[in-house]
């Protein structure tokens, strides 16, 4: 992923919106990239709480660029001399699947070298069953999703030991019902929606003590609604995506209060029409997805603006490159892409095909092998 780097912010009004304007000199790495920040505001509704958040300029994109999105996926794994490539390694099995998934959405997976990636996915495969992001690394609950998603996509399970992948996941599960990511034993709410995905796109939900697992989940949930990665931690979008997301393939969505919830994601929506993970923070083309994805579960899509959704996310492309960005002007990336274009069929784009809002997957690849998650009316 691209490291983000950004100047310090002076303000200044300008046109009733407090514009935060851009100095040279810092090498300071917690703020947006100065390129984006050129369209950064604060502003303040009424009398309420300044609010953060982008400017969309006249110029910026207004209508999807499908082709060059698919040359952009496809061309991006072939650079392997590439220094972006080549620092992304720790990650690379949820790169190929952001990437696989990303190109059947668009019907052009058959573009990507299919024999390749099976070869790649089972040589990633340990003893224990675990896989990892790429050869010569440690196994992960993350990427152990990832691939069994890319296996599902070509139809080709037998790429691995699935009965090693199944005992991998249950070894993880502790005793609260958690789970942990890997042997290191780091528990979170993510981990959680990990395994439960894994083990029903395997059709072995049965391999684990699901009732435990439910009720770690539920005790996370918080006094917003919301989730969050542990008991007590704050809610987050990313969070909430996961334990929706776990509850629906549990079959356990009707523990959440779909109304206070979904208060709290539509809250997500800036002046923009971008989505933040939680308040006060930026819109970012991710947030499309894991918020939307959220809403569309728990049956309360209808509640934000769709229209200015799209508006935002489809000014996150790079005319040049294609790729989707996390805010406009930034750099695009396959992590970014995937979910600007997974947003976008859940908001009815013509050109991409229907994504399941709960395994980030084409529905038709759902019914292919019989799995229906849970999705509140």
Not at 261 to 266: E, I, P, Q, R, S
Not at 325 to 334: K, L, N
Request: proline share 5%; aromatic share 8%.
């Amino acid at each position: 992923m691209n490291t983000l780097h950004c100047p310090p912010l002076a303000s200044s009004i300008q046109g009733g919106l407090r514009v935060l304007q851009i100095s040279t000199r810092s090498t300071d790495t917690s703020l947006p990239s100065a390129k984006s920040q050129e369209h950064i505001t604060i502003t303040t509704p009424g009398q309420g709480t300044p609010v953060k958040d982008v400017v969309i300029g006249s110029d910026a994109p207004s209508s999807l660029l499908l082709s060059k999105h698919a040359d952009y996926i496809a061309e991006y794994g072939s650079k392997k001399d590439d220094y972006e490539y080549c620092i992304t390694e720790y990650l690379r099995m949820s790169g190929v699947y952001w990437g696989l998934t990303a190109m059947e959405l668009m019907g052009q997976l058959g573009r990507m070298d299919r024999d390749e990636i099976l070869r790649f996915v089972s040589e990633c495969q340990h003893e224990c069953g675990g896989i990892s992001a790429s050869q010569g690394h440690d196994p992960h609950l993350l990427y152990t999703l990832s691939a069994v998603q890319i296996l599902v996509l070509y139809d080709s399970l037998s790429s691995v030991d699935v009965e090693k992948v199944v005992s991998y996941v249950r070894g993880l599960q502790q005793e609260d019902g958690s789970f942990a990511g890997d042997k290191w034993g780091e528990i979170d709410t993510r981990f959680s929606f990990c395994a439960v995905a894994t083990l029903a796109l395997l059709g072995r939900l049965d391999a684990v003590d699901v009732d435990k697992a439910v009720k770690f989940v539920l005790s996370c949930m918080n006094f917003d609604g919301g989730f969050g990665c542990r008991p007590g931690s704050e809610s987050h979008a990313g969070q909430i995506y996961c334990c929706v997301g776990f509850l629906s393939v549990t079959g356990q969505l009707h523990h959440i209060d779909a109304d206070l919830l979904g208060w709290w994601l539509c809250e997500r929506q800036l002046p923009s029409g971008g989505l933040n993970g939680r308040p006060e923070k930026l819109p970012d083309v991710c947030y499309s997805w894991w918020v939307l994805a959220s809403l569309q579960m728990i049956g309360r899509l209808h509640w934000i603006d769709p229209d200015k959704l799209r508006r935002f996310i489809l000014a996150c492309q790079d005319e040049e490159t294609g790729g989707f960005a996390d805010r406009p002007g930034d750099m695009v990336d396959p992590f970014h892409t995937l979910f600007g274009i997974a947003g976008l069929s859940l908001l009815g784009e013509a050109q991409v095909r229907p994504v399941n809002p709960v395994f980030c997957m084409p529905e038709e690849t759902l019914r292919r092998i019989g799995l229906d998650p849970d999705i509140l009316d």
